[in-house]
């Protein structure tokens, strides 16, 4: 039985993610298929769930396809330099507490450039959700290997196959000692929107890897089909294994998928730390910065 | 408006350079700084992190100083005024985020407490190699500020000016310290809050709808609105239009990157300041900042006792350089004489604004130690012969 989807002349329907994304810059720069535009889609819907005030929210992204999130969300949205989302992002949470700092970038950026600036917000418990989009390659410059090209996978540097091991991200920021640790392919909409909803509503470092397919780049350097065919994969070939020991999450070219939530505990964000620190060193002498940050206003 | 007293120091002092910076820093009201341990500059931070948790700063170590630049940047667009600290090495690494934070027109201020270069150098040891560096170290066109304070006085007094103008103008503003004002120990004198002007944050007062990130309305530095105040704002490093949007056309680079370069080229009488002493009928004129000035001047009056008629001129503010006055002195000079510890940078402007109405004549000197006065006198009376 199908349903026929009546047009209503004259009754023009808001898109529901329209109050989160600049609609006067669509169409956006994404290749069809890409897997980055549903991570944005599940992100917006994840801060409508939580009714997190808007205003409140600061999107940053480094440089790279998925850099580009922060140029289409209505939101305060900084577009930073390559590999430095993450200590820019440091910056505006220090500076104004009461900010959910959130960071979309990929894995070129966070964990190539990146990767020093990501050990050590993930050591220091800085209070930011990062989401990492992750489709194994650099697209926006050509389809170059990264730290995280599975090994054997062609890229355009290289073309007889990578021989690097790649990063096992949910591991590394484990270890690294984020307190919130998922993985899910583009594919998990529902698994993906949930994580996402999970990271706004907890505090610290929160890192959720969304595998995603790179149909003009990737998939073509190693004739795995189109978009549709990828999606098809992760279908066919993610384990969801919720609290999965991180250890075992490598991936490798055309293998299983593990995905689920892998960490999810509490500890201290760096803010926490830093005020009961000082609070107990200094007693009454401490002032610290006020949540609304430490902005100066003029009286006169 | 005047300064927040909680963090003025009020009284007189025996500080070294380093210390008188990080005070400056907070009497002008800055809350947020970012920094990497590196000599001769790491006791600026080590100051501001002492004395942060009492007047309501915070200071953070970050992994390097890639990551301590990027950091300022993002804290500066909450309102708070921030700043980093470094050295040659650190310098070098901030010039990719100067380069942000001037596209993006970000109020920010870098103190770089020179040391001799290239590359690991003398890290406990005097120079004055970053000045080209401090004017053309990031890639592309833009412009900012320099400022060379020659003693801790000028470190603490300067240091408020720098965040002033990194308000007024919407720009890093880079401290050019160097090695010898940094760990000189001296008298600075800290007024009172009320002596002290700060220039706010100017806060746009248009509303949300109306607001855009990059419009001048005919000026040339936009207004300003801060992350989390609901203005749901765009920016990029990318060349942008009014609205902060990419914009990947020449036209909107011409647009964008003509504003950058005039709002300080256009402004620079106001910006500009020198100290002069016995020009006006000058045959030699001395050309020095930092702490070369303050040698310099011994070789002026070794020279002047030899009848030599002998002007100076301090650079106080480095970039933008005084190219106006210094064409007006090539008129009536016979030479200018540019003692600098690096082997000849400033001494290029004073050449190009001197166009060949009068010598420029650098006095070198490698790093690791100050000119002998002596050897700036010789230049002097050679120039003047």
Known sequence: ?300 | MKADPRGVLTGTHYLDGDFACGEGAMAAGCRFVAGYPITPSTEVVERIGRRFPTVGGTFIQMEDELASMAAIVGAAWTGTKSMTVTSGPGFSLMMENIGLAAMMETPCVVVDVQRAGPSTGLPTMVGQGDMMQARWGSHGDYALIALSPRSPQEAFDLTIDAFNLSETYRVPVLMMMDECVGHMTEKVVIPPADRIEVVPRRLTKQSPEEYLPYRVDGGLVPEFARAGDGYRYHTTGLTHDERGYPAMNAEAQEKLVRRLVDKIRLNADKIIRIEEEQTEGADVVVVSYGITSRVAQLGVELARQKGIKVGTLRLVVVWPFPEARIRELARKVKAFVVPEINFGQMVLEVERCAAGQAAAVGVPHAGGGVHEPDAVCQAIVKAAQ
Not at chain 1, 37 to 65: E, H
Request: charge should be neutral; glycine fraction near 10%.
């Open chain 1, 1 to 300: 039985m199908s349903t026929e989807i009546e047009h209503i002349e004259g009754e023009e329907r808001e898109h529901p993610i329209t109050p989160y994304i600049r609609m006067d810059r669509m169409p956006h720069i994404w290749c069809p298929t890409c897997g980055i535009g549903t991570v944005v889609k599940c992100f917006a819907t994840a801060l409508g769930r939580a009714k997190v005030d808007l205003d409140k929210v600061s999107v940053v992204s480094g440089i790279g396809c998925t850099g580009r999130v922060a140029g289409y969300v209505k939101m305060d949205s900084f577009h930073s330099t390559h590999g430095r989302a993450l200590p820019f992002a440091t910056g505006l949470k220090l500076g104004r507490p009461e900010l959910l700092v959130t960071v979309i970038s990929g894995d070129g950026d966070l964990m190539g450039i990146g990767g020093n600036h990501f050990i050590h917000a993930a050591r220091r418990n800085m209070d930011l959700l990062v989401i990492l989009v992750n489709n194994f390659i650099y697209g926006m410059t050509g389809g170059q290997n990264a730290p995280t090209t599975p090994l054997t996978a062609r890229s355009s540097t290289m073309p007889l196959g990578n021989f690097e091991r790649p990063f096992n991200l949910p591991h590394l920021a484990a270890t690294c000692g984020a307190t919130y640790v998922a993985r899910w392919t583009s594919l998990h909409v529902h698994q993906m929107t949930r994580a996402f909803a999970d990271g706004i509503r907890r505090k610290g470092f929160r890192f959720i890897e969304v595998i995603a397919p790179c149909s003009t780049l990737y998939a073509r350097l190693n004739k795995l089909g189109t978009g549709l065919d990828l999606m098809t994969y992760y279908r066919d070939n993610v384990e969801i294994h919720n609290g999965a020991d991180t250890r075992t999450l490598d991936l490798d070219f055309q293998s299983s998928i593990v995905c689920g939530k892998f960490v999810d505990q509490e500890r201290p964000t760096f803010l926490e730390a830093m005020h009961a620190h000082y609070t107990k060193a200094l007693g009454d002498k401490y002032v610290p910065m006020p949540p609304e940050g430490g902005l100066i206003r003029g009286e006169d």
